[in-house]
């Protein structure tokens, strides 16, 4: 395996949508129901990627690993709501690279774009997401104490605020 890491091109976007239905798929299995799981499809994802990079472009960054011509993962990253803050927005690997460095390449990668952002990154995750919780705790993010509870295909799921301190974060101007 020789996986590649590039900014996405717009022929990328409904590729990004059925991986990031197949990964969600995956990783929820065990935390959604059949019928949250199956809502929408790889072709609906695949066209919410396209109109939200159409207007987001200029602002956010969205990566992809890719292995020879197969999409292996992706993430996204940009502001967030709080000023100073950036957010890692998504990252998800295809089923079939989970375990095989494709995730934490692509976090070591999307590290300095975040950085470039703010002195601070915050994500959220399922709160029922024990591996992607493991993951992120590797990579150095700590649960800030900040929940929220919002909906995957129509079920209320509780997600928790992860947050690290980033190294050679935007510079800030004061007066």
């Known amino acids: 395996m020789s996986v590649h890491l590039r900014p996405a091109a717009d022929d990328d976007l409904r590729a990004i949508g059925a991986l990031h239905f197949h990964s969600r798929a995956s990783a929820y299995a065990d935390i959604l129901s059949p019928d949250a799981l199956a809502h929408g499809s790889p072709e609906v994802l695949g066209e919410w990627w396209a ?3 159409k207007w987001e472009q200029d602002t956010h960054r969205l990566t992809v690993a890719v292995d020879g011509p197969v999409l ?10 709080e000023d100073g803050v950036a957010e890692l927005y998504a990252i998800h690997a295809d089923p079939a690279y989970v375990g095989t460095g494709v995730g934490r390449a692509l976090m070591a990668d999307a590290l300095p774009s ?10 959220w995750v399922l709160a029922a997401n024990e591996r992607a919780r493991r993951f992120y705790e590797r990579g150095g993010w700590v649960a800030d104490g900040t929940t929220r509870t919002e909906a995957i295909g129509g079920e209320p799921v509780l997600q928790v605020r992860y947050g690290r301190a980033l190294e050679g974060g935007r510079e800030r101007v004061t007066e």
């Open 51 to 53: 109109e939200r990079w």
């Open 114 to 123: 975040l950085a470039a952002l703010g002195d601070r990154a915050v994500l």
């Open 72 to 81: 292996a993962g992706f993430t996204y990253v940009g502001p967030s709501e």
